[in-house]
């Protein structure tokens, strides 16, 4: 990258982060609002991006605003509801191309910049409140999108599984929050979340593209240097390194292939050489098509439609999913325990770790070939309190040792065990 990954404040808890490549054509400006997870209020904040999508003072509805849009060479305007850890994070993004392709050399990094914190600040209120009509879309919107979530059942299972590992803290609170708060959501409470956001959330701004960032950043210096705020400082992730003992929880709902999720907790991961020594360890177990899962599990022996294994780096919480046969359930549970201690005992060769070595590392090369993936990389690094980049990060997976990726799987003991299944399902 021809400017690497800088950040720096510049207002009272606004931060304003930029990562240039000239290789590119178009630049990303993102601005996220970060605030610890709470179940009273996450579901308030997951409406207000998409409220604020609609318009602003100078383009008071979605026709105007897109019209805008489109006059700055067809720039995009997106929203998304993340969840980092305990936090969670609300983003408004625009991406447009840089000053450089335009007809008449206008400056886009400004002029979309200029629009970004618009949306932002200044919104189309109605009687000092978003306006009924938006309130009522978006609240269906949101109670679309949470439901789309329990109809995904792979993705249900995983979310059942982390609630139950994490019952009690925040980490188990959804990202869009819960169907029956969202059913609550009036015009005066999604207007009390927007105010309680920008007086309080930490704000993360990231620019990632081929222009100048230092238009962006002015920008968006005045702008928040008129915002009262008194933002709240983010508590660090907390939650138990070891499982002292194993819980196991069983739903039946309308399926026909069941599921079986596995919770481990991976012990103390307190250093950058710890944690991606347990990354390499979890993509040897179930993260590549080379895995010990993928082809023993669920190729060799048949015991599952898809088996693999992830691991949230930001709270040291590991998960093998599955999609399995109600027959099948004891079998494939206890073949992916096996082939766990198979790693923790060092029993697999050097050339599966070396081809799941250099699979980490493609992968890892690959953020950098688009804008939205370094814009999440970045995120990612912000909230663990980092500043690595793709490469930092290829070149340490290099050196961790067949020793330290055992070491790191003798830590890992299990937690949870989620099975989900239909009441017909054999």
């Known amino acids: 990258m021809t400017k690497p990954f800088q950040r720096e404040p510049i207002g009272n808890g606004v931060y304003f982060s930029s990562v240039t490549d000239t290789k590119f054509k178009h630049n990303r400006i993102t601005v996220g609002l970060v605030t610890e997870l709470d179940r009273a209020a996450a579901t308030n904040h997951a409406i207000v991006p998409f409220l604020l999508r ?22 995009a305007l997106s929203c998304d509801v993340s969840k980092f850890g305990s936090a969670q994070v609300l983003d408004l993004s625009i991406s447009g191309i840089d000053s450089r392709f335009t007809l008449d050399n206008s400056d886009m990094v400004a002029a979309c910049a200029k629009l970004l914190a618009d949306i932002l600040l200044n919104p189309n209120f109605e009687n000092g409140l978003f306006s009924e009509t938006d309130v009522a879309l978006e609240r269906q919107q949101i109670i679309d999108t949470i439901e789309s979530q329990i109809n995904d059942k792979r993705s249900y299972a995983m979310s059942r599984c982390k609630s139950i590992m994490c019952e009690g803290e925040t980490l188990a609170v959804e990202k869009y929050g819960y169907i029956e708060d969202a059913k609550k959501i009036t015009p005066a409470l999604a207007t009390e979340a927007y105010q309680r956001l920008i007086q309080t959330a930490q704000i993360e701004i990231i620019f990632v593209g081929c222009g100048d960032p230092a238009q962006a950043k002015q920008i968006f210096a005045n702008a928040f240097a008129q915002a009262n705020r008194t933002p709240q400082p983010l508590p660090k992730v907390s939650t138990r390194t070891r499982a002292e003992q194993v819980k196991q ?11 079986l999720v596995l919770g481990f907790r991976t012990g103390e991961l307190d250093s950058p050489r710890k944690l991606m020594a347990m990354r390499l360890m979890v993509a040897l177990f179930g993260g590549t098509p080379n895995s010990r899962l993928f082809v023993y599990v669920r190729e060799k022996l048949s015991l599952c439609y898809y088996c693999a294994a992830r691991i949230d780096r930001l709270t040291g919480l590991m998960y093998v999913d599955s999609g399995v046969e109600k027959a099948n359930r004891q079998k494939a549970q206890d073949e992916i325990l096996r082939q766990l201690q198979i790693i923790q005992k060092g029993e697999f060769t050097d050339e599966e770790l070396t081809a799941t070595r250099l699979l980490m590392q493609t992968s890892l090369h690959a953020v950098g070939d688009s804008l939205g993936a370094i814009d999440e990389w970045y995120m990612v690094q912000i909230m663990a309190g980092k500043a690595a ?19 790191a799987a003798q830590q890992v003991t299990l937690d949870t065990v989620y099975f989900l299944t239909g009441k017909e399902a054999q």
Do not use: H, M, W
Not at 55 to 72: A, H, I, S
Not at 398 to 404: N, P, Q, V
């Open 249 to 259: 929880v069983t739903d039946e709902l309308d399926v026909a292939q069941s599921k």
């Open 389 to 407: 980049s793709p490469d930092d990060e290829s070149a340490l997976v290099e050196a961790i040792t067949r020793d330290e990726v055992i070491a």
């Open 54 to 75: 609609k318009g602003c003072k100078t383009y008071p509805d979605f026709t105007q605003l897109n019209r805008k849009l489109c006059e700055l060479y067809g720039a």
